[in-house]
């Protein structure tokens, strides 16, 4: 079992920047991809970045590129989620989420959320 605990996150203004941070706690070595989500308000949630965490190969989608950037620590328990350029569009609840190994039936875990608002 792997529980997901999220900080950061909050208000700024449009081309500022935030910093998100998940903390993975449990089983975290069958962990095999790593990475964030995001709901707006009305929309359904949208995978934001994804990081494999034994190849720290990256994924983003299309419009946080170059702005954002997905990283995790040497000991694989914390991933971090910089955020700059900052959009109204990218308000939302941010959540972490972690996938195990697929010997294990590819389990999904997530986070709380955490709020992230952009004003103009």
């Known amino acids: 079992q792997v529980q997901l605990v999220e900080s950061g996150g909050g208000s700024a203004q449009a081309g500022g920047s935030l910093r998100i941070s998940c903390k993975y706690i449990?089983?975290?070595?069958?962990?095999?991809?790593m990475g964030w989500y995001r709901q707006a308000p009305g929309k359904q949630r949208e995978v934001v970045a994804i990081?494999?965490?034994?190849?720290?190969?990256?994924n983003y989608v299309d419009s946080v590129k170059g702005r954002f950037a997905i990283t995790r620590d040497i000991a694989l328990t914390t991933m971090t989620l910089q955020m700059n350029s900052l959009e109204v569009e990218d308000t939302g609840v941010y959540y972490c989420?972690?996938?195990?190994?697929?010997?294990?039936?590819?389990?999904?875990?997530w986070g709380q959320g955490t709020q992230v608002t952009v004003s103009s």
């Open positions: 449990g089983a975290t070595a069958r962990v095999v991809k």
């Open positions: 990081i494999n965490k034994v190849t720290r190969s990256t």
């Open positions: 989420y972690a996938q195990g190994r697929a010997q294990d039936g590819s389990p999904e875990y």
